[in-house]
């Protein structure tokens, strides 16, 4: 990407969720895209787990991951997780619908983390959303397929009964 103040080439600004440029010192944040993602548009020179394309730096709450351009899937360092569910959260009304069941199939799949190549542990959340999530314990990172992360930040904190809820999230 060119910086759009004096068009001189940009880089992706270490450890950061934006693009500076290295003539003019202009930073560049992308635009968030539908899913709340800022894509930086700087290949991670590994693949995603599911289509096999290159991830893609980028971030979310104003913290670095991995990114599908294609499946939408992130790979989040566990450490920044949970951070990233706190501030998501605070921004973010709860939902009901984030509390379906899980789709207890996706306890058979066996994907392989994108760093190291071994086979990551699928297991269910033990967190609130009712999702099915792969983890590396080697290399500390989290796979969430697309929508998982939403229904993490969108279900219903347990620690809050029902009748607290807007009733229309209530039904």
Known sequence: MNCPNCGAAMRLKDDADYLLCDYCQTPHFPDLNSDGVRVLGEPA????????ISLTHASVARERILYCE???GMLISMDLFPE???DLRSRREASIDAARPPDLKDLDRQIRCPKCSAIMDTHPYCGPGNIIIDTCENCAQNWLDYGELDRVVRAPDPAVPMSFLPTKQRT
């Open 45 to 52: 020179g590994i693949f995603c787990p599911i289509c096999a």
């Open 70 to 72: 294609r499946c939408r």
């Open 84 to 86: 990233i569910v706190r």
